[in-house]
């Protein structure tokens, strides 16, 4: 780490940032649009996953931030050790979202589609699904 410099430090935990709050962002809609059963409901697994990765995302952001500021300033003497119990918590809480995601997004699949609602077809593999109230309604 010692040849990085602190503004490529910095892009990457602003990229991390950025990442995190408009996955967040996607993700938090998605859950509404469920929850509120609007006509058009996007929804898929890794879209839930973000919601619950954002503090770790933020958590990242952060240390990253500290990191550069550090080495910038020239105070790399000592090692700079996260919080083993915040970053165990963060990563506690993604894990939960990457279970809870996998098995919600089947459950969001069964319900909507007992409720009438019809899937669109995706037109890429990373595509969420698409879920509609009536078939003339996809693209």
């Not at 996955?23 to 929804?43: E, V």
Request: proline share 4%; aromatic share 20%; net charge positive.
């Amino acid at each position: 780490m010692s040849d990085v410099k602190p503004v490529k430090v910095y892009f990457v935990s602003a990229m991390f940032f950025f990442i995190g709050v408009f996955g967040a962002y996607g993700s938090l809609k998605s859950y509404i649009d469920y929850f509120i059963k609007n006509d058009i409901i996007s929804f898929s697994f890794p879209l839930g996953i973000f919601i619950f990765s954002l503090p770790l995302f933020l958590w990242l952001s952060y240390l990253m931030i500290i990191s550069g500021y550090r080495k910038q300033n020239g105070k790399l003497k000592w090692k700079a050790k996260p919080n083993n119990k915040i970053t165990n918590s963060l990563a506690a809480i993604a894990i939960f979202g990457i279970v809870f995601s996998f098995f919600f997004s089947f459950y969001v699949e069964y319900d909507l589609t007992s409720r009438g609602y019809v899937k669109c077809h995706k037109k890429s593999i990373h595509a969420p699904t698409k879920y509609i109230v009536s078939k003339d309604m996809c693209e």
